[in-house]
Every structure is written in structure tokens, then in C-alpha cells.
């Protein structure tokens, strides 16, 4: 028969009560399983150790302190914002941008021929590894951040200030994407930098209006080149179609010409070839050529002499 003291009975109130403790602590710490959503991985951790990356779903674990669970949401594209920041009011949403001190501050950079420039500038990025994103690197928005501003300031100070405001903005996202992928490489952040976008460019608000007539004048120049050119393109082949117009109908005057002389001389030369066989005749005919080509429109009557005033010949034929 086993006999049942206080004391054995104080022991197990108190292991119950230990128990009871820990399933209460299990419970308030997410109980026995827990849930990753889709856009999300679970990094398991047991005593402090790295056991296992979960997906989306339901699992299971072992209670605090034994295994814990930290969610990252890997499938989801976030952004840093520099410049400048957007606050959501109630299905609007409201921009602080240069006119805040704080954001003058962060977004005042200096280019490559010493000119003050304002940039904001939007960073995308994504969790490629939420173990390193969790654990590599204390803060890693913090530090991305940190990261990109000093990036964004390196390659606005290799530029000088017309590339950045007008045509080197594609080039320079690009060298800065790179450069901040680079360095979030070789810290092991865990991180992929979907895109850099200069959201708004413009010099200080104290030069603005100078800055605008400038690229005024350049538009205007701009403008003036493109007419010019337009011009040029329009003069030019109507020259070289005139040109080859004239020299075509020159080289057809020429063979006219050339051909014309070439058969006179040859007709010459048949000429003087059938004189020298029969001058007599040869001269005769020519005469008689030479009459009928000047007076052929002409219509003339010889009479002959003893043919009396009754009888006369026309040159046309025939006897009148």
C-alpha cells in the first residue's frame, strides 16, 4: 500500500504547474505548428541554429525556447525611397519631397563638374535568401539604404549635370543598380535589386529658372540643327538629281552631235569617192541637189527657146 504525504502531493501541484506554464508559454508563442502564407518562407531555427527553410503552408514545431520561426516575405517586391517619402492617408496618398529639410538633405548631391543637383530615387529590391536576409546583416533595410545613397551620390559625381538631368538618366540607373547589387553581394544580405528609378531630377530651387533658360536655348538650338539638317537633307538631292539631269542631257547633245558630224563627214567622204570616178555627173548632180534644196517650195516653168510661146516645161513633171 503506498502511502500518499503532503509532501508528495506538493511535489506533483508544482509539476503540474510547471507544465501547465509551459503548454500556456507554448500556446502564447504560436503553440505547436504555424503557418507560412504565400508570399513568405519560414527559416526554423533550433536553439539558435539554422535547421530548416519552409514554404507556404502549415507545419509543425517544437515550443519556444527549443525552435523558433521567422518569417521573411520573399515573393514580395519592396522599395526604398530616397528624396523623398510617400505616406498612405486614407486612400490617398501624400509625397514629402525637397521642401522638407530631411529630404533636401538626403536627396542634395554633387555632380561631376560641381554642380548641386536634387535627386530622389526609388530602389526595388527582393529577398533572394531569407536566411542571409535575416541573419547576415543587423538591419538590412537600414543598411541597403545606406547602401544606395552612397552608391546613387558616387555615380551622380562621375556625371556631370546634363547627363543627369537629360540624357545619361538611363545609364546612370544602370550603374547604379549594378553597383548596389555588388555590394549587397559581397555583404551577403540575401537581396535582389529589381530596379533603380531617378524619380525626379532638378537642380536647386535657387537656380531653377537659370537652369530653364539654358535648356531652353538648347531646345531652341536643338530646333534650329534638326531645320538645318531637314533643309540640308531636302537641297541636297535635288542638286544631285539636277546635276545628273544636266550631265545626262549633255552627253546627249554630245552623241547628237558627234553622230550628226561623223555622217556628214561620211557622206563627204562617198561623195568625193564617186567625184573622182565621174567629176562631170557628180558635179551635175550636186548642182541640181544643191537647186532642189533651195528653191524646192518654189514653183517654176522654163520655156525653151525655139519651143515657141505655146509650149513650156514645169520642173514638177510633165509637159504643159
Not at 504565400?38 to 515550443?63: A, C, D, I, M
Request: include cysteine; glycine fraction near 8%.
Amino acid at each position: 500500500m503506498r502511502v500518499v504525504t503532503p509532501k508528495t502531493v506538493g511535489a506533483r501541484q508544482i509539476l503540474f504547474a510547471i507544465a501547465a506554464v509551459v503548454v500556456v508559454i507554448w500556446f502564447l508563442t504560436g503553440g505547436p505548428f504555424y503557418i507560412v502564407g504565400p508570399e513568405e518562407q519560414g527559416v526554423v531555427l533550433t536553439f539558435g541554429r539554422l535547421t530548416s527553410v519552409n514554404g507556404p503552408g502549415f507545419h509543425l514545431k517544437l515550443p519556444w525556447p527549443i525552435q523558433t520561426v521567422t518569417k521573411a516575405p520573399v515573393n514580395v517586391v519592396q522599395r526604398i525611397e530616397i528624396g523623398f517619402r510617400s505616406i498612405e492617408r486614407g486612400g490617398y496618398t501624400e509625397y514629402i519631397g525637397f521642401s522638407d529639410p530631411d529630404m533636401l538633405r538626403e536627396g542634395q548631391m554633387l555632380t561631376g563638374d560641381e554642380n548641386i543637383i536634387n535627386c530622389s530615387v526609388i530602389v526595388q529590391y527582393r529577398i533572394s535568401s531569407a536566411p542571409d536576409y535575416l541573419f547576415n546583416v543587423r538591419e538590412p533595410s537600414e543598411t541597403l539604404r545606406d547602401i544606395s545613397e552612397a552608391s546613387i551620390r558616387q555615380v551622380i559625381g562621375d556625371n556631370a549635370v546634363d547627363a543627369v538631368l537629360t540624357t545619361g538618366k538611363l545609364d546612370i540607373q544602370t550603374r547604379i543598380m549594378d553597383q548596389v547589387q555588388e555590394m549587397a553581394d559581397d555583404y551577403g544580405m540575401g537581396l535582389h535589386i529589381v530596379a533603380i528609378q531617378l524619380k525626379d531630377v532638378q537642380p536647386p530651387a535657387q537656380v531653377s529658372d537659370a537652369f530653364k533658360d539654358v535648356a531652353t536655348a538648347r531646345e531652341d538650338m536643338q530646333a534650329y540643327i534638326n531645320e538645318a539638317e531637314g533643309y540640308r537633307n531636302q537641297v541636297i538631292p535635288e542638286a544631285r538629281a539636277d546635276s545628273v539631269t544636266l550631265v545626262n542631257e549633255a552627253l546627249g547633245y554630245a552623241a547628237v552631235r558627234i553622230n550628226t558630224a561623223r555622217g556628214a563627214a561620211e557622206r563627204f567622204t562617198a561623195v568625193a569617192t564617186e567625184y573622182s570616178k565621174n567629176p562631170a555627173v557628180t558635179a551635175s548632180r550636186l548642182h541640181l541637189e544643191m537647186i532642189e534644196s533651195v528653191m524646192g517650195d518654189i514653183r517654176l516653168t522654163i520655156v525653151a527657146q525655139d519651143a515657141g510661146a505655146l509650149t513650156h516645161y514645169s520642173l514638177d513633171g510633165g509637159t504643159q
